[in-house]
């Protein structure tokens, strides 16, 4: 069943969007920091337990890719999820055996004044563990283009008849 796409009209600020699961194992830890984060503590349980972490953890870059596509499942802009910029952070790690949900909130909605098919959207995204624990926030502006790109750009531009 294909979703409904968001557009920027649709988005109001406190609007919340919720994803769905994904649990996390100690062998897709290991995995993706192999290929993308080859530390101690995201590669080898035993080195792991005598670091910062105490054990094994996840990289906070695959938090992250677990989160953007948890994200994109969960809030189905028009034209895809295109950042602006974000501030990202990462208050305790993601452990073998969470299960990870993403809980984002709009928190603001700016209709672009050089680019009318088009505007800004703020959404801070929490990245939960199965207990509630904040494993990542990130806050990101977002371009989210206009319901009708085309026929507010002729509008706009004077050719509408």
């Not at 952070?89 to 709009?106: A, E, F, M, N, Y």
């Amino acid at each position: 069943m294909e979703k409904r796409l968001i557009y920027l009209e649709d988005l109001v600020v406190g609007s919340v969007f919720e994803s769905a699961i994904h649990p996390v194992d100690a062998e897709k830890i290991k995995e993706f920091a192999r290929q993308f984060d080859p530390q101690p503590f995201h590669v080898d349980e035993d080195a792991a337990v005598g670091t910062f972490f105490g054990g094994l953890a996840a990289s906070g870059w695959h938090t992250a890719a677990i989160t953007m596509k948890l994200l994109v499942e969960s809030l189905p802009l028009s034209g895809g999820v295109i950042g602006a910029g974000s501030d990202i952070s990462w208050p305790q790690p993601t452990r073998p055996g969470d299960i990870l949900r993403v809980v984002s909130t709009i928190m603001d909605v700016t209709p672009s004044r050089s680019k009318p098919d088009r505007g800004i959207v703020k959404v801070q995204s929490d990245t939960l563990n199965q207990d509630g624990g904040l494993c990542q926030r990130s806050v990101a502006r977002l371009v989210v283009f206009r319901r009708d790109r085309q026929t507010t750009q002729v509008f706009l531009s004077g050719n509408a008849s």
